[in-house]
């Protein structure tokens, strides 16, 4: 058997990186993260994957004045209030048997 060695956190950071470039898989990705599962709602989880959407966005060189004002302005909220309005919302509409889609504008 041959020695197998785990991948560097390193290479799966730049692996999804890199598949974060297409629109569609990073919808897809922060989609998930604003997920309700058994611990319910983390707001530190979806500041991480916007961060990681960022980040790939920047190195495509897509990544405007305005989208970079709004991500600063979004990540303050985040950090203030823990995300309490998206949770809320996330909530009642799973509550209305709805739950939140990202969708890439193409």
Do not use: C, W
Request: glycine share 6%; proline share 2%.
């Amino acid at each position: 058997m041959e020695d197998l060695k785990a991948p560097a956190s390193n290479s799966y950071r730049e692996s999804l990186i890199y598949s974060l470039k297409d629109l569609e898989d990073a919808g897809d990705y922060i989609g998930v993260m604003l997920e309700l599962d058994e611990d319910g709602y983390n707001p530190n989880i979806l500041r991480s994957a916007l961060e990681k959407v960022v980040e790939a966005r920047k190195q495509l060189g897509d990544y405007s004045l305005l989208a970079q004002q709004h991500h600063k302005k979004l990540d303050k909220i985040l950090a203030q209030t823990g995300g309490e309005e998206i949770l809320t919302l996330i909530e009642f509409l799973d509550a209305l048997g709805y739950r939140i889609a990202i969708v890439a504008k193409h």
